[in-house]
């Protein structure tokens, strides 16, 4: 029996790979690598290479790897560009998910724990974001994660399926020298895509109500999620219930200053970060309580933001 990684060979999928192959399981990738890279696939790991709209190759996948249950990390992850492309964004995260939903309903493959995200909530009004905490998302990228949850609990109540979603926050950091967050929109590589080329990285905006003027952000590291990931497949599979959602945030947060400071001791780069007017739309801040996926999904903080930092900047490059 395998367990079926959809977009395993992106960024998180590729640590929730090597997560199950550690705990013993036999991870079987689907991805078309739109945002991914096949080498990020651990060799002898089945990489599927298809789109998730392909109902019938997901199909046959779980058919023919004799899958037990499906992580689904697949999708379009920027918020800001769903906002220009609202039709790709809900055609791979809605119509990707009813086709992977459609798949596991005709091969009765029943155990799913769904990739959401810290979007569903928007821009939230409270301090500690909890899982009852309204949700309000604000891009099509958001809406289109709620959508998938809520699409998950509508096939629950009509067919068998055990399942949970987890609402991740800002991932970082790498658990292996060879994987690491490519995306172009996000802080860590964006910093250290402008050390690499020579340029002053920088902070958009120093004057929010925040302790030192810049925007507050619940931090991750990816190693961190990979095993709750983990976690929640096997308490799944072994029939044992779990909340519909969880948020994976650590309950405290880190200013882009104090990225910066941390960057500038790992990297030994010097620099001083130009600052540049705020981002519309950017809130001050956003961080989630993890209280009940910490009771629920052996969820801690085992790395501090130096190690995120350092782990994400070694990954970044071994990759050159
Ligand atoms: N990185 C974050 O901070 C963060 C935060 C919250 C939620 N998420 C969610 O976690 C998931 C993984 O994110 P990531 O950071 O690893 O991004 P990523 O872009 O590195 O990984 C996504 C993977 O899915 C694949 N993919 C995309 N559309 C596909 C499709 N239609 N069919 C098959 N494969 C497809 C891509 O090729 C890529 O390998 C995404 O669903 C994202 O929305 C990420």
Redesign the pocket.
């Known amino acids: 029996m395998s367990w079926l990684v959809?977009?395993?060979?992106?960024?998180?999928?590729?640590?929730v790979v090597v997560a199950l192959l550690e705990a013993g399981m036999e991870p079987v990738v689907?991805?078309?690598?739109?945002?991914?890279?096949a080498r990020?696939v651990p060799d002898g790991v089945p990489l599927v290479e298809?789109?998730?709209?392909?109902t019938a190759t997901i199909t046959a996948t779980l058919r023919d790897h004799r899958v037990e249950g499906v992580i689904?990390?697949?999708?379009?992850?920027?918020a800001g560009v769903s906002v220009q492309r609202p039709l790709h964004t809900y055609?791979?995260?809605v119509t990707?998910t009813i086709s992977l939903l459609g798949a596991m309903v005709e091969t009765g493959v029943d155990t799913l724990v769904f990739?959401?995200?810290?979007?569903t909530y928007g821009t939230p009004d409270v301090d500690l974001v909890t899982e009852a905490t309204p949700t309000h998302p604000e891009s099509p990228?958001g809406e289109s994660?709620l959508i998938g949850e809520w699409l998950i609990a509508d096939v629950a109540r009509a067919h068998r399926l055990r399942h949970t979603s987890?609402?991740?926050?800002?991932?970082?950091g790498s658990g292996s020298p060879g994987l690491y967050?490519?995306?172009p929109h996000?802080l860590f590589p964006l910093v250290f895509d402008a050390l690499v080329a020579g340029r002053t990285p920088r902070i958009n905006g120093d004057d929010y109500p925040t302790p030192d003027g810049t925007t507050v952000r619940d931090y991750?590291h990816?190693a961190d999620l990979a095993h709750s990931h983990v976690v929640a497949a096997r308490r799944l599979a072994a029939g044992e219930s779990l909340e519909p959602v969880y948020n994976l945030g650590s309950g405290d947060g880190s200013s882009v200053r104090q990225i910066m400071d941390t960057i500038r001791e790992v990297t030994q780069i010097d620099f001083v970060p130009e600052i540049a007017p705020r981002r519309a739309g950017d809130p001050a801040q956003i961080v989630a309580s993890g209280k009940l996926a910490r009771r629920d999904l052996e969820w801690e903080m085992r790395h501090d933001l130096r190690s995120m930092v350092s782990s994400a900047w070694e990954a970044r490059q071994a990759a050159g």
């Not at 987890?166 to 970082?172: A, D, K, P, S």
């Open positions: 959809t977009g395993g060979a992106g960024y998180i999928g590729s640590h689907i991805d078309d690598l739109s945002s991914g890279f990020f298809a789109s998730l709209l392909d689904h990390l697949a999708g379009f992850k920027y055609s791979q995260n990707g990739s959401s995200s810290a979007a990228y994660k987890l609402r991740y926050f800002n991932v970082v967050d490519t995306s996000n991750v990816v």
